[in-house]
């Protein structure tokens, strides 16, 4: 059996101790963590579905794949400058340069001079990103690559797994252009809620401090116990069903 998993660094930042490293470890599986600090949602998926079609083709193995969702704010650009030497060309995440701006006030979007800190190539373009932003356009596109790639999954007997690990998504119930995808989502057994629950918000209703508060506040990684007891909730209520 093989556990593949992808995330933003939630789903691997304490390294073998994370959540799917713990998880494989439980099901006597081998692991393949592919998550990557600062991903954004359409890296995620992208990657998944490049890195699990490759191993389809090589392996016969039961595959359980964890797919761990980051925020709707972060997004990607093609950056050739930085020499990246990866499977997946020049995509690279914008990121910020945390050591010079206050996080512990909230996300990206709530910071409209957060653009200021990115890399010095891209600081035009993600100010006019961020000016644009609309949580709407970006849930469609989110919703529509999630049921695209569980079908897919489905298809090639892979085994799922779907889930948010730092926010849940905005509700809009009387979104006509949403009402297809939700209703699909919502009859799936692949997809934990999108609206209702988060690895994040789970750590903290436990009462797991981020071990980053300072820096983060409560948008901060979750610690060791709390990586421990999502791996057990998510066995017990979603994998050994």
Known sequence: ???????????????????????????????????????????????????????RQTTDDHILALIGLTMLSRTEKWQPWLNQNHSDGDFASIRIDSSRFNWTNGLNTEHKDVWKYADKNLRNYYKEWLLLYDPEERVVELLADIVMFVKWAHANNIDCLVFNNMECLPIMDHAPFLNTFTSTLENCNNVIDLSKFSFKNYALSLVHIPYDFETYGNDGHPNQQAHVDFAEHLIVKYINV
């Open 1 to 55: 059996m093989l556990v593949y998993s992808n995330s933003c660094s939630f789903g691997y930042t304490n390294g073998p101790k994370a959540y799917p490293e713990l998880i494989a470890k439980h099901l006597g599986a081998r692991i393949i963590n592919n998550g990557m600090h600062g991903s954004c949602n359409r890296r995620i998926i992208r990657t998944s579905l490049r890195d699990l079609l490759e191993l």
